[in-house]
């Protein structure tokens, strides 16, 4: 598994947060943390570390995540394997 932090921007309202994780579970990703950024008039920055099956699902991971009404991806990192998550 290759591990990616992602930053995602999405709409700060009830339900918003679990529309992003299920568009993650859908190309396979598994999300191991998720840290909230920003909250600012209606909107959120948050922050997961996601593990995928390989670094062929990164493209497929944003083209799901901006099928989310509101969300998008604004940053993808490789997790360093020698700095702690979380």
Known sequence: MAGYVVRIALPDRPG?????ASRIGA???DIVAINILERDTGNAVDEFVIELAG???V???R????E???ASVLDVAP???TSAVG
């Open 55 to 57: 670094p062929h699902l």
């Open 16 to 20: 918003a947060l679990g529309l992003v």
């Open 68 to 70: 989310v009404d509101g």
């Open 27 to 29: 190309v396979g990703g």
């Open 79 to 81: 997790v360093d394997s």
């Open 59 to 61: 493209d497929l991971l």
């Open 63 to 66: 083209n799901e995540i901006h």
